[in-house]
Structure formats: C-alpha cells, structure tokens
C-alpha cells in the first residue's frame, strides 16, 4: 500500500544544473499537485493537475515545468537550478473535495 | 486578502495532557476546512475536513471544531502521546475567481514532553 511515492529523497545541485522530481501514486486520483515547504511559510503550490492530460499554474511555477505522464505520474523539472530553490517539495494526490494524499518528500539544496 | 492564521506558534505538554490548538480564517468565499499533522521528515496527513455545515469532526483522540460565523476552528488532543509530537496544519479551501485553492496555514509546533 505504497499511496504517493518521490524520488529521490534528498539531491544535492550546483546552480544551473537541471533535475527531474519524480511522483507515483497508486490510489487512481484524477488530481496530483506539486508543493515546495520553506521555513516560516506555508505549503506553496507549484504546479498541479487536475486530471491526466492537464496542468496548470500554482502560485510560484517560475523556473518550473511538469508533465503528468499518465494518471499515475506527475513529474516536476528545474530547469536551471537557482539556490532560491532550495527548499522540500512535496507531490500529493486526491480526488475533488477529498484531502491531499503527500509523499515523504524530496529535500534538494542547490548550491 | 484570504489569510490562515493558527496559534500557538509552539507548545509543549506533558504525555497525557489535553491541548487545543487555533485556528483563524479570513478565506471567502468558504469551501472547507481541514487540519493536517505533520511528522519531522515526512509529508502531511489528513486528520479531518469539514465543510461550513459541520460544527464538530472527531478521528481517535483528535477532535475539530469550527464556527463558521466567526471564522474560528479549533483541535483539540486528548490525553497526548508521545507520537503526538508533530507540527498540526490549519488549511482553509476557498475559491479565488472560478478555481478552487488551499490556503495554508503556518502550523503549530507540538511537543509532547514524558
């Protein structure tokens, strides 16, 4: 009963360096979001879809992309690494009204 | 501007102590409210959603209240255990023009002390 699975757990970057955020679920929810935590604020919205074959924007989607491969996989990419993006994001599943499934996380430092 | 405001920022309990943490809510139009807890290193989990017509949620010793009226909900933890340790997440789902959105609060901080 896996529920949402990230990988990697911990990465390390040089700034400009490019890296994709993987995240499977197995629950069969139509709505995957991708969330960054920083200390001092709230959960962040990055990027998120509503179902398989679409994404939209979040909050803070600059110097992000992401694709929803299928319905079981949302992928998040930094293109161009910047420190400002150090920070734990979380992938998180659910269906319309019902609450976010989360990973465990990926902690990324770039430096 | 819609807000989520929880408080105690921190709090330590002896094991075995009740405790209510709080949460303030400025979102409107109001969809539901839900409360999170969040384990050191891990991701956040569910502990209840409810929508404006619930006053009162229980899951095992965790209980939410909200009054809609004045935009107040509460949790509160009776007789604490140690794996209550964890930071507890107010979210508030509103809307923002036609889309529906999540405003995060910034959690309390419990520790739940032997």
């Known amino acids: 009963n896996a529920g949402v699975t990230q990988t990697p757990k911990f990465q390390v970057l040089k700034t400009g360096q490019s890296m994709t955020l993987q995240c499977a679920q197995d629950?069969?929810?139509?709505?995957m979001y991708w969330y960054r935590q920083d200390p001092g604020m709230g959960l962040r919205l990055i990027y998120y879809s509503a179902s398989e074959g679409t994404t939209d924007k979040g909050e803070v989607p600059n110097g992000y992309n992401v694709s929803r491969l299928n319905k079981r996989e949302f992928s998040l990419r930094l293109e161009s690494a910047a420190p400002s993006q150090t920070s734990v994001y979380f992938c998180?599943?659910?269906?319309?009204?019902?609450?976010?499934?989360f990973g465990n996380g990926t902690r990324l430092t770039v430096t | 501007k819609n807000q989520v405001e929880q408080s105690p920022q921190s709090l330590i309990i002896l094991e075995g102590k009740n405790c209510t943490l709080q949460c303030n809510y400025t979102v409107s139009p109001f969809s539901n409210l839900r409360w999170y807890k969040q384990d050191t290193g891990r991701g956040p989990v569910s502990l209840t959603i409810m929508t404006f017509s619930e006053n009162t949620k229980s899951n095992g010793r965790y209980t939410a209240t909200l009054d809609a009226d004045t935009k107040q909900s509460s949790l509160h933890i009776t007789a604490s255990q140690l794996s209550d340790s964890a930071s507890y997440i107010c979210v508030v789902s509103g809307y923002a023009g036609n889309n529906r959105k999540l405003i995060w609060g910034l959690g309390t901080s419990l520790a739940v002390n032997p």
């Open positions: 629950m069969n929810h139509n709505s």
């Open positions: 998180a599943s659910s269906e319309i009204n019902s609450p976010l499934h």
